[in-house]
């Protein structure tokens, strides 16, 4: 028989009777952990002699040399968004000028969350890239809280403390929709992504601005809330024609959804852009392949990822580095279907 296995977080957290997170917290020196709580952890630490893998390696100052690029989204989300393959592309690429290692980590459910927590906590990476950020994602909090460097690519909402990289979402959707309205068109719809992110309200706010600075109308009745799917870009245009049947634009807050949008523009019969223009966001291929080729506003994915992981590498490097917010510019491509 070998020795005696040597004990994890998870088995400290089941000895003082608290989460994992909680354990990750004492160890890391957070305030936001009750006295109670703390007493009964470190009295588990001692009686089973637990030592943090990057103690026991005497590395607590020193490097792993990688970083983790986490998604918290499912494996069909992640093959079917363009935008996530092209953040990798300008992550990987970034790195590859350094000699840092990237993990790709889903996190789709609680179990998932709880391993990332002990992977952060035990420092086995250096810092840790958060792609499609949700308001209410408690990982943002929970890896300000580890002290671990952590970059955004997104934001949580306008006040967002951690560094982060977006592009300029409200400036592009109301170049869209400005684009909508110099066409001719008066009823412009849109099909937002879900509101619990701050990339999908910015979109809507741009909408709302070019509408309202031109006094046309922008109600609750031109708002269809999407999912940033095809599947839910189809829904949302199904739901908007029987509101407003007689739109004559819509903005699509991502290329995914409005290619679902036209499927169900041609299904009820609507000429596409002569009945009803569209617009998209991201500038992806399937703007490109879609037919008629779909006007968009593209947003740099690629120097999204090479930007956040370069903002890591900084943080990582220079622990007193200022965390930094960067917007890059979007620009509008228009092609046949406005």
Do not use: C
């Not at 996190?107 to 927590?117: A, K, N, P, Y």
């Not at 909090?141 to 970059?151: A, H, I, K, Q």
């Not at 592009?172 to 929709?177: D, I, L, N, S």
Request: charged letters at 25%; proline letters at 5%; hydrophobic letters at 40%.
């Amino acid at each position: 028989m070998g020795g005696r296995q040597r004990p994890t977080i998870k088995t400290v957290a089941a000895r003082a009777g608290v989460g994992r997170t909680t354990v990750s917290r004492v160890i890391n020196g957070s305030e936001l952990v009750s006295e109670k709580a703390r007493a009964a952890v470190l009295a588990a630490i001692a009686e089973l002699q637990y030592v943090p893998n990057s103690v026991a390696r005497g590395l607590v100052t020193s490097k792993t040399n990688s970083v983790a690029l986490v998604i918290p989204e499912s494996e069909s989300r992640l093959g079917s968004e363009p935008y996530f393959s092209a953040v990798i592309r300008g992550v990987s690429a970034a790195l590859a000028e350094t000699r840092t290692q990237l993990q790709l980590v889903l996190v789709r459910d609680q179990g998932e969350r709880d391993q990332l927590t002990e992977s952060v906590a035990e420092r086995r990476v250096d810092g840790v890239l958060l792609v499609s950020v949700h308001e209410h994602d408690p990982l943002p909090g929970l890896l300000e809280d580890l002290g671990l460097p952590t970059v955004l690519a997104g934001r949580r909402g306008p006040g967002e403390s951690l560094a982060h990289v977006h592009s300029d979402n409200t400036g592009g959707a109301a170049a869209a929709v400005r684009h909508l309205l110099s066409r001719g068109r008066s009823k412009v719809a849109t099909i937002t992504g879900p509101l619990d992110m701050d990339v999908a309200r910015s979109r809507l706010q741009g909408w709302r601005e070019a509408l309202t600075e031109a006094a046309r109308p922008a109600g609750e009745e031109l708002v269809a809330a999407g999912d940033f799917t095809e599947a839910g870009g189809g829904i949302a245009m199904r739901s908007l024609l029987e509101q407003v049947p007689d739109l004559d634009a819509v903005f699509v807050a991502s290329d995914v959804m409005a290619a679902g949008a036209m499927v169900e523009l041609r299904r009820a019969g609507r000429r596409i852009p002569d009945d009803v223009a569209v617009v998209g966001f991201d500038d992806s291929i399937i703007a490109r392949h879609s037919s008629p080729p779909l006007t968009t506003v593209r947003q740099p994915v690629e120097e999204i990822g090479s930007t956040i992981a370069h903002l890591l590498l900084e943080e990582i490097n220079d622990s007193e580095a200022p965390r930094r917010h960067v917007v890059l510019p979007t620009q509008l491509v228009v092609r046949d279907s406005s």
